[in-house]
């Protein structure tokens, strides 16, 4: 099937994308810069676990993804570095051989002016190749994957390094500018309820699509969602303290058989940058004090699933979320309101809130396929499928994931264990 | 709510059970004798990996759950050996310390002896309660949980047992008595198609259930089932050797990520008992030529997966596999047909066949809590739904499953890596 | 060179050595069975750690010695089973593949009964060959050699199933009967001064030698011995107390880093088989109340060497140890007195005491070569050589080692966090 | 013992010391400097081990020493920055918390920049107190310490900043400026024979001493050295060559147990830093062409005990290497050449040749306590004796060392599975 340039832009858009790949493609590798503008050389190198990458790695990856799958597919090139292509390469077996995950903080060569320049040199060739609207319709299909490509290690950049700054001892802000969130009154939490329904879940397969979906997505197909009924808002600081406080951590009976393993292991007290008074949290910011109003955040699956069943609750199915998301604008704290915090929000207790951003709202869903899923074709098809396995879905975006990447069929996903994330919950109920 | 004793036996009972609760817990216990009767006490203390438990735990701990969940329930109940307890807890926080689940090799005291004499004191004190009609009706629901309970760790002990004879160089069999079985032509396995339809899954929750059912089976709920095909019998020997021979196992691309990892680890060739020349299988009755047609067996869920995306297939979600097995009797190669191997049967290739027995097939669904699920009360609550993560769902029972212990409802769970049981798959595609 | 029997037997005796081969052959054998008699089939297959063998391993292995070492040289000899070879080679290379010793608890089979079958006809072989006095030369120094080697694997045997049965939560006695030690009041330690001298150290390369050395004993050797002080009698049980109870297990300046690394990891606040209110101690003969004039016992090599830091002194070398020990008879409290547990012992003040027996004294000596040193020819060159690098040496026997094992000259060696021998000390200090 | 500043001086000076304190200060900080002159800010954080450290963190450390040991006894002195003292401990327990060893990669704050600074400010201070003349003699002792640790860290910034640049998949050079070594012929090897006599070790306690030395030198004491010969030179790496081509690294009789279990496990078939083709070398400067006579080097003990045995020789004793070297000059090889890696060099074949310089050699003797030996008062008492288990011996020196540090009865110490020293070897044999 061939779509045309334009065909495919639209296919691939939002409301606010700019017109052309072009403008589209110089906003996105810019955000990345701006992003990593507040870290030296020495900050861009740090790894703090295998699960998390340097900075100066992020940069370099996305836009050897942009060498990889758009310029790789014009005849005759040749990469820029060759030497480099298995320090960038994640974990694209198709491709070639990729240096160890956990090993990529010791890559003090090339450096990250070598890096930038990089990046500059990558932009500098897709920029002749747009101009010269040279790209055919598999390489701009490519090009746009690799915008919501760099979109994501966006998120991680900032997830990563906060882990990463707090895993030093002086535990240094990552920028002392940022603005506290305005405190709104977060009020009593309360059950919105939804009958039994068949729903349309997903996404049809991108690019046939009017707006830009990932594999893992697709197909839309149909569900039966049972009657339930959803919070109105994310659990608060507020509520997470009160479990807390009634010896939360302390009950081996409200946690999974593995997740009392990992408590225990690593003995967790409180979510992954509270301080032990439980009166304070390590931001992108430094040490602040908790808002007891905002979503509670950074916790893992097996967090917030104990919480929900202290509460009598449980996590909403990813069904469940998506049938009430996809009334929604997925507007919402994102990155772009340069908050990077969780807030509080005020507004109608009738109606869902801060469903987009905020914080990823953990749900009682494993990732896997949908049914008639297929993988995008070639390299690509590495991107999802292969970790469908072992792994919880999240949905909706938090305050660190770019304005406009998100969708109401949005699935990120991470193992339960994971908390460094931007990670919270909503409860649920059955009806 | 409260159920008479012969309403409750009713709701436990199968077409073949016994008449009486106690003709009933009788057949059960007799059975782990026999299953034991070819070890030895030194066999019975082995323990060859962390998953698994000797023969001398698994009867003990089985008679402990009578003795904890039933008997203890009686007033001025004393334990019979009051230093056993946490011995032969498995994981019940909720009642006690337990014995560290990797050390139960070590156990040299109570000796075998002591044990089988425990036994016959749990036996006797049950009897003389259910011949004094003296239990009360959760007394009674316990005890036919507990029979249930006991079917379970027959099966380990075999698998189990299986292992452990397997990991001494020496490799003797389990029985040297054991009948080969008789081998029937598989067949070409043909495609059974499903239309899309709301499918009834899962059992009222027991005991107000015209049969017994776990309480991760409940509660029956509406499901909406998609198109799709199913192989009207499991992957066989030969099939799964062509997969090998086509180089399934050096392809990364066939694999989940982590599956992959684990392969690499573990230098996975082959399923778990083939050896290297891919000609033979290590069985309960010591080495045999692998049958070409006989279902393939101790694969993990990444084997599992891996061969079915080779094929070009899937495996069938565990609702698509329920709803073609309600049609279905449970009848097939249980642990009652004497084989404790998989084997071939011919059969109308219109309809499927071996859904039950023989192998459990690995589902592509992760092991979750149904909507509207709820614990058994008390400590019994502990029994499946601590287990709702990273596991996978099987179904159908095995070759080492007792008759009569599996129905249509039923759901296995296992870690996608584990291979010891007598797994394998069945395969399915989007229509 | 070649020695006549007579010669070879001779060499290699004590004053209490019986008078022929097959007398001695018998005595040790019978030795090792009189050990293995408390304990079931069960028990004899117990492995607790690694390091531990189980009893019926420690069996099999010493006849197999006899197997491989002496009848193994007999022209046309065909193993008893050959497929039991690799089962039962513990660690000689140049003689074959080994079982993972981390696995010797998983063999149930050879029955505990085929072993001692297999042991009964070695001995049968043996005693034919004694009887035609069929064995050259080079066989009966294996033969001498397999019967030290045998003694080495009885003290084993004891400490290992100390072990094993004490991991048990039930932690039952290895023996119900032992009697109790005779309390003897211990005194109050003394030192004796040693001037510096010239010593000579080791054996003479046995056989050439008037009585049995190892290989690692040789050759003997001039030492120049500073002048120094030893203690009259090993640590008491109320001294090491005071060490505990004065913070010795809380400062780590008193520890060498990596000891305080083992410290920490292993929650050490005592030694091995205390009980933590300090008042009784496991034995073999079950828990008993602490005598604290007896040696402490059951130290690693880090704790010895903090403790003699807080004591402002320090643990003798090998040197000076053998130094006193040559003016005195090994005897002692050696296994052969059934006590199987250090004792207190008075004596005379103004010598040092219980040198041999009771306890082994760990060193300053690192283990390495003598200068000199030359391994036994062959695979026998394998015995000791090859773990001259990371251990301590101990010197003078325990309360678990055959009487007649030991002499002066012996060097046992363990690492420096072993603490499951019957491990003690004696103070030294400079002059 | 109170002793003037200017006999502390002359104590603790070589022929070719600067006069002065302030003078001998600079000079040991200006050189620490210049290796650190061709490392970015990246290349200093990298951390490729645990075992080793970052640029940044050694240039850090050495300053806090400074600080800690001489200005911090300073009356009223206050730390520069209070919140780096336990970042930059290494590990002195009783001054405090020290940061994780294997987490010094991950401090990108403070930057090398701010360290830099930290430096400069350390400078200045020491020198107002040395211009002041404010340093009483324990300030003036533990400058000289310091000065002493220092060049240790010089070194270690090499050996460190090696196997970091190696780690990186592009192997880029530290320098590549760097010289190649000429090539003299080694010429063939021979033994020079020592006769048994009692050799006077170690050096008198410093500072009471004409000259630096470690604690752990002390005492000087006697010792009787066996009669033995010693090779002339090094060992080679044509040499060496021939050793791996005689399938040394396939042997395990050649081996120390563990040794051979650390080679399996790491799959070592050559000296660290060589190629699988044997031909080529990674150097300071990059891969370059082994030059057959030039000292093989960085080799584990492991590696040079099992090369010894394998040519019929084994390791020298510490104490046979100290009483030929005390005849020699310490000189050789060092740092100050600017080479950067051992070479080879001709000379008079009947005197024993590169004792100081191009290699540390490895000795037969395990790393402990001379006999009468005392730590240090206070807390540099941590400095070497807690280390005294577990490791072994190495002398003379090597190409990374600075010249002046060494001398006859140095003694460095490392595990036996250590190989990213410049570490080698030379023959000894009994007489």
């Not at 329904?197 to 839309?220: K, L, M, Q, T």
């Not at 009430?324 to 340069?338: E, I, L, M, R």
Request: proline share 9%; net charge negative.
């Amino acid at each position: 099937m061939q779509i045309s340039s334009a065909a495919l832009l639209k296919a691939s858009g939002t409301a606010t994308a700019p017109a052309t790949l072009a403008e589209r493609y110089g906003r996105v590798r810019r955000a990345s810069m701006a992003l990593a503008a507040p870290l030296s050389a020495e900050d861009a190198m740090l790894q703090s676990m295998p699960d998390a990458s340097p900075a100066k790695w992020h940069l370099a990856h996305t836009s050897w993804f942009f060498e990889q799958f758009v310029l790789g597919l014009q005849p005759g090139y040749r990469p820029l570095h060759p030497h480099w292509q298995a320090l960038f390469n994640s974990y694209y077996q198709s491709i070639g051989p990729a240096h160890a995950r956990a090993r990529r903080g010791l890559l003090s060569r090339p450096t990250l002016a070598q890096v930038l320049e990089y990046r500059a040199q990558v932009d500098e060739r897709i920029g002749r190749c747009l101009h010269a609207d040279a790209l055919d319709e598999p390489a701009q299909r490519h090009l746009l994957l690799g915008l919501q490509h760099e979109q994501q290690h966006q998120e991680l950049l900032l997830t990563d390094i906060k882990h990463a700054l707090w895993s030093n001892p002086l535990q240094p802000a990552y920028r002392d500018d940022l603005p506290p969130a305005a405190s709104d009154a977060a009020g009593s939490a309360c059950w919105l309820p939804f009958p039994e329904r068949i729903v349309e879940i997903g996404a049809p397969p991108w690019p046939a699509n009017a707006g830009f979906a990932y594999d893992n997505e697709s197909p839309r197909h149909r569900v039966l969602v049972p009657a339930h009924a959803l919070a109105n808002r994310p659990l608060s600081n507020a509520e997470y303290r009160a479990f807390i406080d009634d010896g939360g951590y302390r009950e081996p009976l409200l946690w999974m058989n593995d997740g009392w393993a990992q408590l225990q292991a690593g003995q967790w007290r409180h979510p992954l940058y509270w301080d032990d008074a439980l009166e304070r949290e390590y931001t992108l910011g430094g040490w602040r004090a908790l808002d007891p109003d905002a979503p509670v955040c950074h916790l893992g699956w097996y967090e917030a699933d104990a919480c929900a069943r202290w509460a009598g609750a449980r996590l909403p199915t990813e069904f469940e979320w998506e049938a009430a998301a996809a009334a929604c604008a997925p507007a919402g704290n994102f990155a772009d309101t340069g908050l990077l915090h969780p807030a509080a929000q005020a507004g109608d207790a009738g109606r869902p809130r801060q469903l987009f951003g905020d914080v990823w709202e953990w749900t009682a869903s494993a990732y896997g396929p949908y049914p008639g899923f297929r993988p995008l074709p070639g390299s690509a098809g590495e991107y999802n499928g292969k970790f469908m396995c072992g792994q919880q879905v999240l949905r909706g975006g938090s305050c660190a994931t770019p304005a406009g990447h998100v969708r109401a069929s949005y699935r990120n996903f991470f193992p339960p264990a994971a908390r460094w994330q931007f990670s919270g919950l909503r409860l649920a109920r059955d009806a």
